[in-house]
């Protein structure tokens, strides 16, 4: 067991004084120590300390976080001779222990706000199991509910009593984020049920911790509203054109985004992970060469037959993977790949914002990017009458619902499709 000491910064450069406690094996637990530093500069990472020289009661402060310290291993080093199993609320209780000993003890500030149950949820999210599991939040998973509780404020809603969160809030929200967001811009369906998602989801873990909410946030009424999407994908004709596409010697970064996005179009994975893989995902399974690995946003493992195209591909590196490339830059050069393909026929555009349907054209080169790569590849394998289940193994997709979205064909295409199914010969 090993501790330390850091900060988080509150208000302006005011900062919070917080202990970490590291049991090995993912088990970290973070808590506050009831101290705090009015500027941030006066805390030194090196020795996990207020500086001597600092305005801050530096002596007081440096004293009791030693013997925080002191007293958490020595209470740690007892319950592991006596077999004592220690997890979170065991160091919990330490820590409220010494706190009221030393007469330091701060109650924790009462949740009673939809803002102040965003505020405790995001500052307890690394140390708490909140993600329904053992998995900890991503930071970009947290920024999104920071994100929610910002248009909150705009919304002049953060206010709100917990138990007064109903359906009429419901609606109330529902009308103002129609209304407009930060810019004054109506926002779209798809942002204002992700945000709907976010609060409920914070709902779900105030009444996990004891806190009294309204129960409105579990009726079907209180849902969260969602379009599918405006996406397209290539067809294997279409791709075969980037693949076929000349490109100069000193265009060499427009090369690079065309062979990591063919690896993606033959291989289902997302940028996140086509865009990292190594010889070492690379497996032969009784002769067959096949790609494994593990999914950086399911943690899920997959297993890929190495299609011909991208076999080319390796050979082409010499049996090794492409080198990254930055996703933005990616997603700049896909659209310039596309142009000079002549990919440039109108795609119709239909949204929801602010309660209406709108709509527009564009050019398809346009809308390629890096998760286009992965439609093409589940839409392509669906036309190619391969089995459904079989594509979703290799996808990843976890339910049947959720893979639906991603096949991207036209009425005649599937009508096609099941005309040549077996039962219709």
Not at 100 to 127: C, M, P, R, W, Y
Not at 195 to 207: F, G, P, W
């Amino acid at each position: 067991m090993t501790t330390s000491f850091y900060i988080r910064k509150q208000k302006v450069d005011e900062a919070s004084i917080y202990i970490r406690i590291n049991e090995g094996r993912g088990s970290q637990y973070r808590f506050k120590t009831g101290h705090s530093i009015h500027k941030s500069s006066s805390w030194n990472r090196n020795t996990q300390s207020v500086r001597t020289t600092s305005i801050e009661p530096y002596d007081l402060i440096n004293l009791q976080l030693n013997k925080l310290k002191s007293y958490i291993i020595n209470e740690s080093v007892k319950a592991k001779a006596e077999s004592t199993y220690r997890n979170r609320g065991f160091y919990k209780d330490l820590v409220d222990s010494f706190q009221s000993q030393e007469g330091n003890h701060k109650k924790d500030e009462k949740v009673s706000t939809i803002e102040q149950l965003f505020i405790k949820f995001i500052e307890e999210a690394n140390s708490l199991p909140i993600g329904y599991g053992s998995k900890k939040l991503k930071a970009s998973t947290l920024a999104d509910y920071k994100v929610s509780n910002r248009l909150l404020h705009h919304l002049h809603m953060s206010k709100t009593p917990l138990n007064e969160v109903d359906m009429n809030w419901y609606y109330e929200f529902i009308s103002k984020a129609e209304n407009g967001g930060k810019n004054n811009t109506p926002l779209s369906l798809n942002y204002i049920g992700k945000n709907v998602k976010n609060i409920k989801r914070i709902l779900r873990y105030a009444e996990d911790n004891g806190l009294a909410v309204h129960q409105a946030y579990k009726s079907r009424g209180f849902k969260v509203r969602q379009e599918t999407a405006s996406e397209i994908y290539l067809t294997e004709d279409e791709l075969k054109r980037i693949r076929e596409l000349e490109l100069s010697s000193d265009q060499y970064s427009l090369e690079l985004t065309r062979d990591l996005f063919m690896i993606g179009a033959y291989s289902g994975l997302r940028v996140s992970d086509y865009n990292r893989l190594t010889t070492d995902n690379i497996q032969n399974y009784d002769g067959s060469e096949m790609f494994e690995v593990r999914c950086k946003k399911t943690n899920s493992l997959v297993i890929v037959p190495i299609h011909p195209v991208v076999k080319s591909i390796l050979i082409k590196y010499f049996n090794s993977l492409p080198p990254s490339q930055n996703e933005q830059l990616i997603n700049r050069n896909l659209k310039v790949l596309g142009r000079l393909c002549g990919m440039d026929e109108g795609v119709l555009l239909k949204t929801t914002k602010g309660g209406r349907i709108t709509s527009c054209t564009r050019p398809k080169y346009e809308m390629i990017k890096t998760h286009t790569a992965r439609r093409s590849f589940c839409t392509n394998a669906y036309l190619s009458k391969m089995d459904t289940l079989d594509i979703m193994a290799l996808s990843g997709h976890k339910t049947e619902t959720n893979f639906l979205k991603y096949i991207k064909v036209t009425g005649k295409e599937r009508a096609k499709r099941i005309a040549e199914h077996k039962f219709f010969q």
